[in-house]
């Protein structure tokens, strides 16, 4: 749910006809990354705001019935097809490359999924987006894929390879946070005994993490990126159902969109 600062941002520079040649994506920044393509601003904002206290979209009665915690056929399928319908036709016609990252299970490293990949198919996203334990596994052409925040939370170092000199980095994260061992990571080995694999990938994602973000400060420090990040004064649960809090979340990343707008400009003409 963190996710909302980043459509604040996206949202402000749909404002100012700011689009970029390429994106890199993961989980929430994967579904925030097509809206943006398709020019469809404020689709996601309306998304996590209107629906966060539908039980369709993120209860527990999801994950008794459905294995998942977020309804993701409703979020895949009925919300972009009906609810708040997503321009499939203008996402295809973006110039803009689109990867996105999704977590292979039996390798236990990133898979990048491409948009000018020849079998590209839509559900990359919801694979990038598939949760560890709360989400089951997405078959796509064959691989077995989960969230790409397991792998690769912050593809700063895959958009480099690529040759990219630099880059926009939204984090949903504040200033000096670094990740701790997640608490939940030797459930993997249980879950997951098929793919021992995952759970080890799972038990080092926190070094992976702060890994990414000394490199996305090392760029900042040397003008190859230009990061955004959320006040530490909008805290915000992962799986937050405050309407109000989501709402102030995207208030900022708007905010901050705005009065950085002018260095982004400097930064992006040098």
């Known amino acids: 749910m963190r996710g909302v600062f980043t459509s604040g941002v996206l949202d402000y520079f749909m404002d100012q006809a700011l689009y ?10 994967a579904c925030n990354a097509v809206s943006y393509m398709a020019r469809q601003r404020g689709r996601n904002a309306k998304i996590n705001l209107d629906y966060i206290n539908d039980k369709r979209y993120l209860s527990f009665s999801n994950l008794l019935r459905h294995r998942s915690l977020f309804g993701m056929d ?3 399928e009925e919300i972009p097809k009906s609810l708040v319908p997503f321009d499939y036709e203008a996402f295809d016609s973006s110039e803009t490359v689109l990867v996105c990252v999704a977590t292979d299970c039996e390798t236990g490293g990133a898979h990048y ?3 000018r990949d020849p079998d590209f198919h839509i559900d990359a996203i919801r694979a990038s987006s ?3 334990l709360l989400s089951p596994i997405v078959d796509y052409h064959g691989k077995k894929l ?3 925040g397991d792998s690769d939370s912050i593809p700063i170092a895959k958009c480099l390879s690529d040759g990219y000199e630099r880059a926009v980095v939204v984090l949903t994260r504040p200033d000096g946070y670094r990740k701790q061992p997640g608490k939940l990571a030797r459930l993997y080995k249980t879950v997951y005994r098929r793919y021992p694999q995952l759970a080890k990938t799972a038990q080092n994602r926190h070094v992976m993490y702060n890994q990414a973000l000394e490199t996305v400060a090392s760029l900042e420090a040397a003008g190859r990126a230009f990061v955004f990040r959320p006040d530490a004064s909008v805290p915000i649960g992962r799986f937050e159902k405050s309407r109000e809090n989501l709402q102030k979340l995207y208030d900022n990343g708007y905010a901050l969109a705005g009065q950085a707008f002018a260095a982004l400009t400097d930064f992006l003409n040098e």
């Not at 970029?20 to 920044?29: D, E, L």
């Open 20 to 29: 970029f040649p390429a994106i890199y994506a993961v989980s929430a920044g």
């Open 74 to 76: 409703f979020i895949f």
């Open 113 to 115: 999924i491409s948009n």
């Open 130 to 132: 598939s949760l560890p």
């Open 146 to 148: 989960l969230d790409g």
